[in-house]
């Protein structure tokens, strides 16, 4: 069966009438069209029609099946109902369209890894479950266009993930993202290869010119998200007076987003980790307002900012990274935290969930990304199963 999925932003697929149109006759075509179907109602004595015309009857019915489908989808668009509606419309879109909704959760894999490991599973299905109503995205460098997501069973997470209804897996094309930003002219000048922190810096740059071309929110892979975050325009602090850029929000062509990605070329030095990055979130903010210490769990603001208690997303802080990966007495309740971030970049050895383990990490997977805990128990079942060598 041929599904037509039509798509284009709110408003344009209404045609506006000619200038005959509005001297007398207000109908439009799309009026027109439909009364042409629908206006010949079937005599029960009328002479048969040639072949020529029941072939005619036929097409004027696919097509006016196809003009109701395109205007329910675009119906559904402006009621925010786009994925409640038509879960398959997905596989038809590509990522501009899918941006231009607005209001994209995004996350980037800037390595060529095409299996999403637990951690970001988990990442990306927990903000598709507190963010029912909006897109979320990962963009995937190893990808290209001809990959088929749905069709790859090799790669588990892909179907765990592409199964649910507001979730988008894309190609990440680095040359299609920076145009008509200032960090065009550094991509082309920059030799990957020669770069220490290439993964980490094409991402820092990666999420600027997202954000900057679509707004939305960006976060990284190791982020959980536990409850909706109110605000529009927001960094996150990691401590008092230095922000993250892990987790960041705006509108699009938000000025302080370009004048970052300016200042993300000025002073561009990929050999110091997080220059291109927290560091430069950081210095941007500065020149705004004069920062303070936070008390207590209030957050801060300037220029219309939101600069967002550490307790927002790091109520556990780098340096005691680990105790995600313990056991507790008694679990934190993250009362004033939107989403946690489990410091992937600190965990070098690879510390990972263990079904069974009951570390808070475990916990957090069984409330806030079942999915991807549930895949995790049947592939520990797997692992235990004995295989064809143990069986005498």
Not at 201 to 207: E, F, I, K, L
Not at 274 to 301: A, I, V
Not at 309 to 323: E, K, L, M
Request: proline content about 6%; some cysteine; glycine content about 4%.
């Amino acid at each position: 069966m041929l599904q037509t999925v039509w798509v284009s932003s709110p408003g344009s697929w209404a045609l506006q009438g000619s200038n005959s149109h509005r001297q007398g006759k207000k109908r439009c075509w799309k009026c027109r069209f439909v009364r042409t179907i629908i206006q010949h109602p079937c005599r029960r004595h009328a002479p048969k029609r040639s072949r020529k015309e029941r072939m005619l009857r036929k097409i004027q019915i696919c097509l006016c099946f196809c003009f109701v489908s395109g205007i329910l989808y675009e119906m559904s668009l402006l009621s925010s109902c786009v994925f409640s509606y038509l879960p398959m419309a997905q596989h038809y879109l590509t990522p501009e369209q899918v941006l231009n909704l607005g209001k994209s959760i995004i996350f980037l894999e800037t390595t060529e890894r095409l299996e999403p490991p637990p951690l970001v599973s988990c990442s990306v299905e927990s903000a598709a479950r507190i963010y029912q109503d909006r897109p979320i995205i990962l963009f995937m460098r190893g990808l290209n266009n001809e990959t088929a997501l749905d069709m790859n069973t090799s790669y588990a997470a892909f179907s765990l993930l592409s199964s649910m209804k507001n979730v988008f897996i894309f190609p990440l094309q680095m040359e299609t993202v920076f145009q008509e930003t200032p960090l065009l002219q550094w991509y082309n000048q920059v030799v990957p290869e020669q770069e220490k922190n290439w993964v980490h810096v094409s991402s820092d740059a990666s999420r600027l010119a997202l954000i900057w071309k679509y707004g939305g929110i960006y976060m990284d892979t190791d982020v959980i998200s536990i409850r909706p975050i109110p605000q529009q325009s927001f960094l996150a602090a990691q401590k008092s007076r230095f922000s993250s850029n892990g987790i960041f929000g705006f509108p699009a062509r938000h000025q302080f987003i370009w004048d970052c990605m300016e200042n993300f070329v000025l002073k561009y030095n990929g050999n110091i980790w997080g220059n291109q990055g927290p560091y430069l979130m950081t210095r941007m903010l500065k020149t705004l307002c004069n920062l303070t210490d936070f008390q207590g769990t209030e957050d801060h603001s300037c220029q219309n900012i939101s600069f967002l208690n550490p307790q927002r997303f790091y109520p556990i802080p780098y340096p005691a990274w680990s105790r995600y990966y313990q056991v507790w007495d008694k679990s934190p309740s993250f009362n004033h935290s939107y989403a946690l971030h489990l410091w992937n970049f600190m965990n070098r050895n690879r510390k990972v969930v263990v079904a069974g383990s009951n570390t808070l990490a475990e916990k957090l997977y069984k409330t806030y990304c079942p999915t991807t805990y549930e895949d995790l128990i049947q592939n520990a079942k797997h692992r235990d199963l004995p295989g064809p060598e143990d069986v005498e």
